[in-house]
């Protein structure tokens, strides 16, 4: 980019009027979190009389820089043009939110060639490193046990690494070999991280939808914590655990990007006579929870007495199941899939209203999550509710898992 020959112009007027009628270069530019950024850029001039830049955003004039370096020889070198420092006047660091934004260039005198410009919120006074180091998209890394013994649960952890924005809500796709494991089920890493919405229907998959409520970032943290147990009569044998897909609900908007996927091998081992009721319980438990928190009525989010009363009773009979000490094998595992199957059924009764596309775009999706995460927990008394009480899918006066849960079962659909 060169501002015209050195024939000793200058503008140095920086109402939009007089920028409009000079020469200007605009940049598209895609901030990825909200900050303060120098602008450096790769330049040269051909003499005192040529080294000075009009800069703004949008169109916005937001500084001059004058004096951008010594211009004899008139070589290319690095300047950073939001200091004050090294002969620079007027230099500014540029206060940036996360998105797309134009950057603009005036040229306030002729005579200056731009080769490069480059956007950090590093401090540092050394010269750039070109190219750039670009930061690594997020993964979805997967860790957990390398061997297990046949017939055993065994717990997968999936966690989110190299995260520079803030991760509201995931819509995470597992796949496992379905003729070595089965899923059994997932919560979240901490209380924070709830599990919304869940869909086994495929074999071999399972997909999960989680909110967190807070938000969630850094360089690697963990937000699922996923059950699996080996088949019965399966020994000797390894198999394939991986995030098949992993889209993530960032920022307050609901923005939505994906992240890079893993994959974990797993082998079993020799064939043992053992009876795990491991399964059984972690069923028994979020049964239990899921019962003691349905409240019973008609509103949206409430359900029937009758289908809190079936739910307890099957609890029952797979509570009578994990205490029968002569239990085999297999009556454990299809105590497992009958209360599992009631969990379905009592989750199915819940009372349903409102719609989930809470961010206007015509579908379902996290980003709508991610905007109920993100007023989780506040009620009509909050200050801002009117601007929250958009994500009260059962209109109960307050955003809590029901919310959550609602949204996550039209994303599912």
Do not use: C
């Not at 979190?33 to 040269?44: E, F, I, P």
């Not at 899939?337 to 009372?351: D, G, H, I, R």
């Not at 809470?358 to 989780?376: F, K």
């Amino acid at each position: 980019m060169l501002f015209g020959p050195d024939t000793g112009f200058a503008m140095t007027g920086t109402d939009a009027a007089t920028l409009a009628s000079g020469s200007k270069m605009s940049y598209k530019i895609n901030v990825p979190a909200a900050g303060t950024y120098n602008v450096w850029l790769l330049t040269k001039s051909t003499d005192f009389s040529g080294d000075s830049v009009h800069v703004g955003v949008d169109n916005a004039y937001r500084f001059t820089a004058n004096g951008i370096h010594g211009v004899s020889g008139g070589q290319f070198k690095w300047a950073n043009i939001s200091g004050a420092t090294g002969g620079i006047f007027g230099g500014a660091a540029l206060t940036l939110t996360a998105g797309e934004h134009e950057l603009n260039f005036w040229g306030r005198e002729d005579g200056l060639s731009i080769d490069r410009i480059y956007l950090t919120t590093s401090g540092s006074t050394a010269d750039p490193i070109w190219p750039p180091v670009q930061p690594q998209e997020p993964t979805a890394s997967l860790s957990g046990p390398s061997t297990v013994k046949p017939g055993a649960s065994f717990a997968v952890s999936l966690s989110l690494d190299e995260m520079i924005q803030t991760v509201y809500a995931e819509d995470i796709t597992l796949s496992y070999d379905p003729e070595v494991f089965e899923y059994v089920s997932a919560t979240g890493a901490n209380d924070n991280i709830q599990i919304a919405g869940e869909d086994k229907g495929t074999a071999g998959e399972v997909r999960l939808i989680a909110a967190n409520i807070g938000g969630v970032s850094g360089a690697s943290t963990p937000v699922l914590n996923v059950t699996f147990k080996v088949k019965a009569g399966v020994h000797n044998k390894t198999g394939t655990i991986a995030a098949a897909r992993a889209e993530l609900g960032v920022t307050a908007a609901g923005t939505e990007i994906q992240a890079a996927l893993s994959s974990k091998r797993i082998a079993v081992g020799s064939a043992d006579v053992v009876v795990d009721k491991t399964a059984l319980t972690t069923a028994i438990a979020n049964a239990q929870s899921l019962h003691d928190a349905a409240v019973v009525g008609t509103q949206p989010g409430q359900y029937p007495q009758a289908a809190k009363d079936a739910l307890q009773a099957a609890i029952n009979s797979a509570k009578a199941v994990k205490d029968n000490a002569s239990a085999t094998q297999a009556e454990v595992d299809n105590a497992v899939t009958a209360l599992s199957s009631a969990v379905n059924t009592f989750k199915a009764t819940v009372v349903k209203e409102a719609s989930a596309d809470v961010n206007q775009d015509g579908r379902y999706s996290v980003g709508d999550l991610a905007l109920v995460a993100n007023h989780y927990g506040k009620d009509a008394g909050s200050a801002d509710w009117t601007t929250a009480k958009k994500a009260d899918m059962n209109n109960d006066g307050k955003i809590d898992i029901v919310d959550l849960a609602f949204v996550a079962t039209k994303i599912l659909k």
